[in-house]
């Protein structure tokens, strides 16, 4: 086979093999390709502008943001919105671009109802067994982590995390409700490793705080996006990444082309397996690209014209066992009529193939029988789902039984590629985790002497 046809198979293949890298010949567009425009990748931008370096990011859609989005027809945040205080990295972008919190702590603990089996309560009245307390269970005793970024090398924790709760004395039927509305695709396959790491997150990152942003995401994303003065590229959908032996190219749907000698990727792994790569990955890093498990998550948003949850003296959010899973109340202080019905996992399959009229008429008939007070004074506007969402194909990553065994090894740099995104950061989660990854991705080009220390 002649080199081009092999080359050209490889690429075919998708991540399936690396070809001996060849000199690179093309015209250097930046010192630095980032590839995303979310957090991680406005961020690595910031911290390599102050390094003093030149950049350039190609985002797939129209908008930056990524999983932080204002969602324009809805007005409202569908992604990633709260922020702690002790989110680290973030709170020190927040502090420099002097951007607007408003702490809803207060409102995070807001009164929630019960809707199962057909019936409605105001309370659970066994602590040990409400659904909503049990999704983020740690396994008890709680396993002793020194630092944080233990997490992933507890193999011996790497079991299900329906078998987690049956060890907890959960019976079938308990961990049957959890699954419904948990967030997770299903119980039965997600690693508990992913509990524990959320509630290790807590722990160790202890925040007291909670925060939104002002104006909601866009206000802090926009305010990051101004402070830089590098290219940033949309409508960029990356289709093809080649490294070569001193830079790598990435080939975008619009046929156009981009070289740098280093390639940073931010692109969640649920669409990075989508494109065709020449890169030399490790077998690690190839099953993870393809197997990495996302939960789906679908939002479906309502205005209550008034406070009917006054009426019928109830909590306003509420933990159901309905197709519609969690509805929770999105605003807080004066502006508290807006709510989103939360839909994780395997339910999402059948909220998301129903059309946008047919979901509006099932979702308000289902909260008019659940909840008779709403009756007449709900307003759908809007639905988006994440893993329909091209962009993103799920809303996080979770690992399933036997994934975070190759964790260490799928966020290594591979050839000149390099890997940042929430599902690389070593120690924190959610926001924090994207912009985290960030600054491994800096400090392991800090190592290499790509970038003076
Ligand atoms: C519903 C929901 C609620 C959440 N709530 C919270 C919360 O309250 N607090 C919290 O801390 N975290 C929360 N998170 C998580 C948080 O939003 C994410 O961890 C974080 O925003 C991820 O940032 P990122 O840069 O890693 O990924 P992204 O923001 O997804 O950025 C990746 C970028 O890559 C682009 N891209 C993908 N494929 C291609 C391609 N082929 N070509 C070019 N570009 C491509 C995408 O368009 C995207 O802009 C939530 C997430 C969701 C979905």
């Known amino acids: 086979m002649k080199r081009r046809e092999f080359l050209q198979h490889s690429i075919l293949a998708g991540t399936a093999m690396a070809t001996m890298p060849v000199a690179c010949s093309c015209k250097m567009d930046a010192e630095f390709l980032i590839l995303g425009a979310g957090l991680s990748g406005l961020y690595m931008a910031y911290l390599l502008q102050q390094a003093g370096k030149d950049y350039m990011i190609l985002e797939g859609s129209d908008r930056i943001g990524g999983r932080m989005y204002y969602h324009p027809k809805i007005k409202q945040d569908v992604g990633g919105r709260g922020i702690g205080d002790k989110y680290k990295e973030v709170m020190s972008l927040v502090k420099a671009l002097d951007v607007p919190l408003i702490d809803i702590t207060q409102f995070t603990s807001s009164p929630k109802s019960?809707?199962?089996n057909g019936e409605l309560r105001a309370t659970w009245e066994d602590r040990s067994t409400d659904p909503s307390l049990l999704q983020?269970?740690?396994?008890?005793?709680?396993?002793?982590?020194?630092?944080?970024?233990?997490w992933y090398q507890k193999a011996d924790l790497d079991q299900s995390y329906a078998e987690q709760l049956r060890a907890m004395g959960r019976t079938d039927q308990e961990i049957e409700l959890i699954n419904i509305s948990a967030n997770y695709n299903d119980v039965h396959e997600t690693s508990a490793i992913n509990a524990l790491h959320s509630s290790a997150f807590r722990k160790f990152n202890g925040s007291k705080t909670i925060y939104n942003f002002e104006g909601g995401t866009k206000t802090f994303i926009d305010a990051l996006a101004a402070s830089l003065t590098g290219p940033v590229k949309t409508s960029k959908f990356i289709t093809h990444i080649t490294n070569k032996e001193d830079c790598a190219t990435v080939k975008c749907a619009d046929g156009t082309s981009y070289?740098?000698?280093?390639?940073?990727?931010?692109?969640?792994?649920?669409?990075?397996?989508?494109?065709?790569?020449?890169?030399?990955?490790?077998?690690?890093?190839?099953?993870a690209i393809h197997q990495l498990g996302y939960t789906n998550i679908t939002q479906i948003h309502l205005t209550a014209a008034e406070p009917?949850?006054?009426?019928?003296?109830l909590g306003a959010s509420m933990w159901t066992d309905t197709p519609l899973e969690r509805i929770m109340t999105m605003g807080f202080g004066d502006d508290n009529m807006n709510l989103v019905c939360w839909v994780n996992g395997k339910g999402t399959e059948y909220i998301d193939q129903m059309s946008e009229s047919e979901l509006e008429a099932y979702t308000l008939k289902t909260l008019h029988k659940i909840r008779p007070a709403a009756e007449g004074k709900i307003t759908y506007t809007g639905s988006h789902s994440w893993g329909q969402y091209k962009y993103n194909k799920g809303a996080y990553a979770e690992f399933s039984v036997g994934q975070p065994a190759l964790f260490q090894d799928m966020i290594r740099p591979a050839g000149n590629v390099y890997f940042?995104?929430?599902?690389?950061?070593?120690?924190?989660?959610?926001?924090?985790?994207?912009?985290?990854?960030?600054?491994?991705?800096?400090?392991?080009?800090?190592?290499?002497n790509i970038i003076e220390s």
């Open 308 to 313: 009917y949850w006054e009426e019928d003296g």
């Open 259 to 287: 070289c740098a000698p280093h390639v940073i990727s931010t692109m969640p792994f649920s669409t990075l397996r989508d494109v065709a790569c020449d890169i030399p990955f490790s077998q690690s890093q190839k099953q």
């Open 420 to 448: 940042a995104g929430e599902h690389t950061a070593k120690e924190s989660r959610g926001i924090e985790a994207a912009a985290e990854s960030a600054r491994q991705v800096l400090d392991l080009f800090k190592k290499e």
């Open 114 to 116: 019960y809707y199962t």
């Open 136 to 150: 983020y269970t740690a396994p008890q005793p709680a396993p002793q982590l020194s630092s944080l970024n233990e």
